[in-house]
């Protein structure tokens, strides 16, 4: 069982920046055995569905970003402290949503790390980043 705990969320100014983080209770990320895992950054707003942000193939280090945020998010790994990152910097107002870290081993095609929720079966309980204009 893969437990995710995310933190880091709050409230800032546009044009300002974040991180939040995805603690991982399972320690999958060196393991031979499942270097094949994929690490997503998801988001939500009330009424709406939820929306894939950034993901990371956590063996080959492989990104994909939603074209929303390319260029000013970036997702990370630090495999020593069993943690996934999302730096958001340039914030917008319509960034503004509960942030979800997402886990799974088969959310990959052909090596590259997807963006559908419905890929992803271990999920945190969610950390609201605010952002106002």
């Known amino acids: 069982q893969v437990q995710l705990v995310e933190s880091g969320g709050g409230s800032v100014q546009a044009g300002g920046s974040l991180r939040v983080s995805c603690e991982v209770s399972?320690?999958?990320?060196?393991?031979?055995?499942?270097?094949?895992?994929?690490m997503a950054w998801f988001r939500q707003v009330p009424g709406k569905e939820r929306e894939g942000v950034a993901s990371i193939f956590t063996g080959s280090g492989r990104t994909t970003y939603a074209d929303s945020v390319e260029g000013r998010f970036t997702i990370s790994q630090d495999k020593a402290e069993n943690t996934l990152y999302l730096q958001m910097n340039s914030l917008k107002p319509e960034d503004t949503a509960m942030y979800y870290c997402?886990?799974?081993?088969?959310?990959?095609?052909?090596?590259?790390?997807?963006?559908?929720?419905?890929?992803?079966?271990?999920w945190g309980q969610g950390t609201q980043v605010t952002v106002s204009s």
């Open positions: 997402a886990a799974d081993r088969r959310a990959v095609v052909g090596g590259t790390p997807l963006l559908s929720s419905r890929r992803y079966n271990y």
């Open positions: 399972q320690y999958m990320h060196s393991s031979p055995l499942i270097t094949t895992y994929c």
